[in-house]
């Protein structure tokens, strides 16, 4: 009896030493490891190598030391999401035994659970980059825009349960929600609904939520699978303030219990979390430019906020710095043009150095263009209500009609008008939109006019076919970028502006192509990743000769360079397909598809969301201006921060694109106020479906020199 009660005394003393061995354990550890997307060749330009000598780990249990909540932070998308895949296991690590994850290959948790002991299970990267409709991997994909629209239900129209617990498959097997673990998933899948808001929606087809639903689903359904590790790539992106503030209250439910634990890549005009303890600062060219804990990497800051060029690499600044006339210290630089939150959430970058670094200086003056002022309707809703079954899901409220309480949406967009649509997530704001361009079935029983006429025929007057009135609009949105090709190149991506669908073949005359080829020189950085500065430092050389009157030797060479830049070539837009490009290189190509043609309306919903914030506001100076203004990077350590100048090509009078012009309409959705273009003038919010309130209309402040048009949208 005693050398039993020995021997199990001894075999339980060793198995709780072990098992406080094991925890002890890194989950991922990363020891002086390089990275590369393909097999790593000699002299193979087209594979960079990404986190040269990276050094990192996670510890797997908190207790055992100080918790290590990690941010990773950068301008790139790519580098942050290339980050994310390397901690998940993905591409090639040299040498190949640097890179392990011992807590989850040790035998003690590998016996366990062996499920979630691979890399890929155990941590879980949820990505907000929608690849084919709603939900990517849902099983409810969608073939066209209009389907998430249509109230019939397919057998392949799974439910946001159906989702969450894994049955999107037509004979879905019952092993991933009853892995003898039914009772405990079961509470995590109450706790998870409800915590994200998502209770009520669970019976509805994952393809009609919108993109904050959609958003708060993944995170769930990553959720789901009770993960070690849990990545997420810019969560805050395309949801609406409220929204923000309960993901990231619950962000911080999970980073304090540590299960699971959480990393997040953010954009350095994100809000940072308090909660966040450890940064990692990547640079444009995938290295690691600052690592350690917040507060040390916070006193580091300041040093690297000097205003330098955003765009040009190391190699390149020399070059910047002689096309001024002065030599910058050369500094890797941090986003200079770093983005307050929406409200006090957490601290930004540049917040927490407001008084150390430039500030963001733009010349409002120029990008507020004054619309021609007509009464000629481009949209016309009088009424409008949505519903699908009992569920209303817009125009639930009563509106003071000419002086009249009217139900459902009465609204009105004239010829030249700017406005803005901002609403809580499922508010309607996307519905909207697709009934203006048609891709709402109920588009042809509701009081709806389209550039003055309805869908329906009436007597002696055909009805407008939706090519007919998609040829008037230029779109750009997360829908659109859902469902967009892949595997056109650049170029055919922004001719498809001339095309009826994203297949079809555009009929382009000789001045189209000439549109084209201005539009991806001025966007070559942004388009091109083997492009050089050479672009960026012939403008700014043009901008020296800024001066009236030009003698003639100044004019002379103002045409030599002009010529230079017009005769630059751009094949690259032939060869380079749409999916090599960068998230945000994409968002570009998607907005000059909407913008190049020139179209009546132009409807950008959160066009700008993915892109860093200078290329963001490059592009809404193009919005306005075109290549009249050039939005001019700062040049050294001396130069203030980024601000508007007059183009060369505008004094030779060879602009080839204007910007938005005064007979054009715009409606623009964002939930983030930086990303509004200041071209906007009139706002409507939506209020929360269902609710009965009323829908509320304004207009914003032009100088917007405070928070207080933004605060005035959101009623708070």
């Known amino acids: 009896m005693r050398v039993s009660a020995f021997l199990s005394f001894s075999t339980a003393s060793k198995t709780s030493e072990l098992i406080k061995a094991v925890r002890k354990l890194p989950i991922v550890q990363i020891q002086n490891a390089t990275f590369f997307k393909r097999y790593p060749l000699p002299d193979d330009v087209s594979n960079p190598a990404w986190f040269p000598d990276l050094a990192f780990s996670i510890p797997s249990d908190p207790s055992t030391s100080e918790p290590e909540r990690w941010a990773i932070i950068s301008r790139s998308s790519t580098a942050k999401t290339t980050f994310l895949e390397v901690l998940q296991g993905q591409h090639f690590c040299v040498p190949p035994t640097a890179r392990s994850y011992p807590y989850l290959s040790s035998p003690t948790v590998n016996l366990h659970n062996s499920y979630t002991t691979l890399p890929a299970r155990a941590i879980q990267y949820v990505g907000f980059y929608s690849k084919s409709g709603a939900l990517g991997d849902s099983g409810s994909k969608g073939a066209y825009l209009s389907a998430r629209y249509e109230s019939r239900r397919e057998s392949t129209d799974f439910s946001l349960r159906d989702y969450l617990e894994g049955n999107v498959s037509l004979n879905p097997s019952e092993e991933l929600f009853q892995r003898g673990e039914k009772g405990r998933q079961q509470r995590t899948f109450d706790d998870v609904t409800l915590r994200l808001n998502l209770a009520s929606l669970l019976e509805l087809p994952v393809g009609n939520l919108s993109n904050g639903q959609s958003c708060r689903a993944r995170i769930a359904k990553a959720l789901m699978a009770k993960p070690e590790i849990l990545l997420l790539d810019e969560p805050f992106m395309g949801l609406d303030p409220p929204t923000i503030d309960m993901i990231s209250e619950f962000l911080d439910y999970l980073a304090c219990k540590s299960d699971p634990r959480i990393i997040l890549a953010l954009r350095p005009q994100d809000p940072l979390p308090e909660w966040v303890t450890h940064i990692v600062y990547l640079d ?200 967009f090709p892949r595997n056109v190149t650049v170029r055919q991506t922004i001719e498809n502006a001339w095309a009826n669908t994203f297949r079809g073949k555009p009929m382009l005359t000789h001045e189209n ?58 094949d690259w837009a032939d060869s380079l397909l749409f999916g090599e490009l960068s998230t945000g290189a994409q968002r570009v190509a998607l907005l000059l598809r909407a913008l190049i043609k020139k179209p009546d309306l132009v409807i950008l919903d959160e066009a700008f969301s993915g892109m860093d914030s200078y290329t963001r506001d490059k592009c809404m100076t193009f919005l306005a201006h075109g290549e009249k203004i050039i939005l001019s990077p700062p040049t050294g350590a001396r130069q203030l921060p980024k601000h508007q100048l007059p183009t060369a090509l505008a004094q030779a009078g060879r602009i080839v694109i204007s910007g938005l012009e005064k007979r054009q309409a715009l409606i623009c959705i964002s939930h983030v106020k930086e990303e509004v273009p200041s071209v906007v003038t009139d706002w409507m919010c939506l209020p929360e479906p269902n609710e009965g309130k009323p829908v509320r209309f304004g207009r914003t402040d032009k100088s917007r020199t405070d928070n207080t048009w933004w605060n005035e949208i959101w009623n708070v």
């Open 284 to 483: 444009l060219e995938g290295h690691v430019a600052l690592k350690g804990e917040r507060t040390e990497v916070m006193k580091a800051l300041p040093t690297w906020l000097r205003p330098s060029l955003l765009h040009l690499k190391k190699r390149e600044l020399k070059l910047e710095a002689e096309a001024v006339d002065e030599v910058p210290t050369l500094q890797p630089s941090i986003d200079p043009q770093i983005s307050a939150p929406l409200d006090q959430r957490g601290d930004t970058l540049e917040e927490k150095y407001a008084g150390q670094a430039p500030q963001r200086q733009m010349d409002l003056s120029l990008l507020n263009i004054q619309p021609e002022s007509s009464n000629e309707a481009i949209v016309e809703m009088n009424g409008v209500k949505v519903q699908y079954g009992d569920r209303q899901v817009l125009g639930s409220w009563q509106q003071i009609v000419d002086g009249e309480p009217k139900h459902g949406l009465w609204w009105t967009v004239s010829r030249g008008q700017r406005w803005g649509i901002f609403g809580p997530n499922g508010s309607g704001k996307t519905t909207i939109l697709s009934l203006i361009c048609s891709d709402h079935p109920q588009t042809y029983s509701l009081p709806i006019k389209l550039f003055g006429q309805s869908r329906l025929p009436t007597p002696g007057r055909p009805g407008k076919s939706i090519f007919d009135i998609q040829s008037n609009i230029g779109h750009s949105s997360p829908e659109v970028h859902a469902f």
């Open 513 to 570: 192509d000439v549109v084209i080829d201005a539009c991806l020189r001025w966007f070559e950085y942004e388009l091109n990743p083997q492009a050089s500065s050479t672009d960026a430092i012939d403008i700014l050389q043009q901008q020296k000769l800024q001066k009236e009157p030009l003698s003639a030797w100044s004019k002379a060479k103002l045409q030599r360079l002009l010529d230079k830049y017009t005769d630059r070539d751009v």
